[in-house]
Structure formats: C-alpha cells, structure tokens
C-alpha cells in the first residue's frame, strides 16, 4: 500500500469516527460521554453497601466504568448498563464482556422501566435528571438507594451530600438519596 493510500485511509477512519461522536452528542444523547475518574468512582462506592440480591442500574452508563468497579466490590449483585449513544454503548459492550453480571442495554433511558432497582446511579445533566424524578422519587419513596454525581434531582432532600477527595474534571459532589 502507499503511503498516500494509508493516508487516506486514516483520514476516512478519522472522519467517521468524528461523524459517529458528533452525530452521538447532538442528535443522540444530548448529555456529553464524559466520564468519571475510576479514582472517583471507587471513593463513592465505597461509601454504599452493595448486597449479593441487588439488582443495580448505572442510567446513561457510559462506557460501562461504574458498573465494572461495582462488580470488583459486590460480584454477587446483577448489574444493568443503560445507554443511548452508540460510541459509549459499544464501549461499555466490549469493557464488560468477561462480566456476566453486567448487561448493557442501548435503550432511552426515558423509556426503560427500572422500577426493580435496588440502586441507581446517575451522572446526568439537570434537564434529563427532571424528567427522570417521577421514577426516581418512586424509588426513594420505597427506600431504594439513588447515587446523583454533581448534578441531583430538586425536590427531593438527599440523606447525604458528600464533597469528592478524588474529584473528577466535572464531578466534585454527590448526592445519596
Ligand atoms: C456524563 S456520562 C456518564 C457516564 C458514566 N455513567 C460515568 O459516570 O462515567 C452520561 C451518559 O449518559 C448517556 N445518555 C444521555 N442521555 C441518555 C438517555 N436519554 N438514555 C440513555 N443514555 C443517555 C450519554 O450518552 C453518556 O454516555
């Protein structure tokens, strides 16, 4: 092959991959595929109890990150990866394949029943987290743990507000309700 014919080629590769991120962020998701440090992750779930019967839902999952520490803690538990973007959705596939506890679904979180949770942890932005609050206010309401990185559902008084020691670039605080 020449060296034109690679170059080209890597351009192509490049353009698409952009078109996949850019079309995932603007049409798609319209919440950024930003992820917590594994640092700050770990500092929060060490703070929640995760027991063997749960069945615990990361809603807009990422790349899977959340779900994969959990199982370090709790392999016992069943683990539900929601996500809408196409790029975070394949990644989370492929990170947590050897993970049998974990199932990733590319579904609208606005139209997935998660009504079976014990917890759920949520890093969203404040607009979908509003439209999620009917369920997630269901949940509270029968003691179920909500985990909200940064950003938390109003109306609802968390039992805890803690400041990060391991703070992400956008996640500083977290709310367990
Ligand atoms: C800020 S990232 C959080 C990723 C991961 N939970 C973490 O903490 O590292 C939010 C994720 O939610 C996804 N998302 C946004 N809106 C969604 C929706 N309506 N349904 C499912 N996933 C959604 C985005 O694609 C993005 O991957």
Same mark, same amino acid.
């Given at each position: 092959?020449?060296?034109?014919?690679?170059?080209? $080629?890597?351009?192509?590769? @490049?353009?698409?991959?952009? @078109? &996949?991120?850019?079309?995932?962020?603007?049409?798609?998701? %319209?919440?950024?595929? $930003? %992820?917590? +440090? &594994?640092?700050? &992750?770990?500092?929060? @779930?060490?703070?929640?109890? &995760? +027991?063997? +019967?749960?069945?615990?839902?990361?809603l807009g999952c990422g790349d899977g990150r959340v779900l994969i520490q959990a199982v370090k803690i709790q392999p016992k538990a069943t683990y539900i990866g929601i996500e809408k973007a196409i790029l975070p959705y394949f990644l989370a596939c492929f990170y947590t394949r050897k993970h049998t506890q974990i199932t990733i679904h590319r579904v609208d979180i606005l139209k997935y029943d998660y009504s079976d949770a014990e917890m759920v942890f949520i890093y969203l932005l404040p607009d979908l987290i509003k439209k999620l609050q009917p369920q997630l206010r269901k949940l509270i309401k029968n003691s179920k743990t909500v985990i909200a990185v940064e950003f938390a559902p109003a109306e609802v008084r968390p039992k805890e507000i803690h400041t990060l020691k391991q703070p992400s670039k956008f996640g500083h605080t977290w709310f367990l309700y």
């Open positions: 092959m020449t060296i034109q014919a690679a170059f080209l $080629i890597t351009c192509v590769i @490049l353009l698409i991959t952009t @078109l &996949i991120i850019a079309y995932d962020h603007i049409v798609v998701a %319209r919440v950024p595929f $930003i %992820r917590l +440090k &594994i640092s700050t &992750i770990q500092e929060i @779930l060490s703070q929640v109890q &995760i +027991k063997p +019967k749960d069945i615990v839902y990361d």
